[in-house]
């Protein structure tokens, strides 16, 4: 079992930035890669962002650029670094755990663990 739980999250302007953490707890949490998924209002949930346990990443088109992911072993954390926000990546952000080798990274399927979301607001 893994236990995740975010942080960070809030109102920023257009143009700002925020720096979401997500603290995982339990099982080894260096064999899970950690993911980065957001749900806005009236949308399906969205792939982010994901980071491996050797720190490799994997972003989906519409952040690149603006998002760098990255961990902290030692303290068992994940960091989504947003920058140049826009008001379209106002969501609900939320962290996740898979182990690692399973297929399909940007499925949420194959994300057993969740932690209980963030909400980010841009303003325009």
């Known amino acids: 079992q893994v236990h995740l739980v975010e942080s960070g999250g809030g109102l920023v302007q257009a143009g700002g930035s925020l720096r979401l953490s997500c603290t995982a707890s339990?099982?080894?949490?260096?064999?899970?890669?950690l993911g980065w998924f957001r749900q806005a209002p009236g949308k399906e949930q969205e792939f982010v962002a994901i980071v491996w346990s050797l720190g490799g990443t994997y972003y989906t088109d519409s952040v690149k650029g603006r998002v760098t992911s990255s961990r902290d072993n030692a303290k068992n954390t994940v960091y989504l670094e947003m920058n140049t926000l826009k008001p379209e990546d106002t969501a609900v952000y939320y962290c996740a755990a898979r182990l690692v080798g399973t297929p399909r990274i940007m499925d949420s399927r194959t994300y057993p663990y969740w932690g209980q979301g963030t909400q980010v607001t841009v303003s325009s």
């Open positions: 339990g099982r080894t949490v260096s064999e899970y890669g």
